[in-house]
């Protein structure tokens, strides 16, 4: 796959079954090619599951588990836990592609950063699903 999922989509696919970025996660992580990411991205995954109160301690165990199966990690620039846009554009880079899904506030506005574009996962989700142009046309 060409992108870098981001943690707010781990974990909005993990408690919004239907949603646009569970549609994502399923797609991107049930191909035979693991996926790549990062240490920093399953280190935001656990904390912000950890959070919410509808995942009990063991719960948050099994779903990282499950991740970490579907997924390669890739070493990447260290980045504060709070430093998303420098954490994603690591690992775009690590990961060798060059955009990153992600539904996070703080870079919703943002269509690029050092020549990694940013996409919404509801974006990500109609790029996918959209049949190419006929031929000729």
């Known amino acids: 796959m ?5 943690p707010d989509v781990y974990v909005n696919a993990s408690v919004a079954l239907g949603s646009p970025p ?18 920093w991205v399953l280190a ?23 991740i970490r199966g579907l997924v390669e990690i890739v070493e990447a620039d260290e980045a504060g836990p709070d430093d998303w846009e420098k954490a994603l554009v690591a690992a775009a880079k690590a990961a060798g592609v060059d955009r990153v899904v992600t539904d996070h506030p703080d870079l919703a506005d943002k269509d690029e950063a050092e020549g990694i574009f940013f996409i919404s996962s509801d974006a990500y989700m109609v790029e996918l699903t959209t049949p190419p142009p006929p031929p000729g046309s």
């Open 2 to 6: 060409d992108i870098i999922l981001a």
């Open 44 to 66: 935001r995954v656990e904390a912000m599951l950890h959070a919410l109160p509808a995942f009990k301690p063991d719960a948050v165990e099994a779903q990282m588990k499950t």
């Open 22 to 39: 569970e549609h994502v996660v399923r797609r991107v992580l049930g191909h035979s090619q693991k996926h790549k990411t990062t240490e």
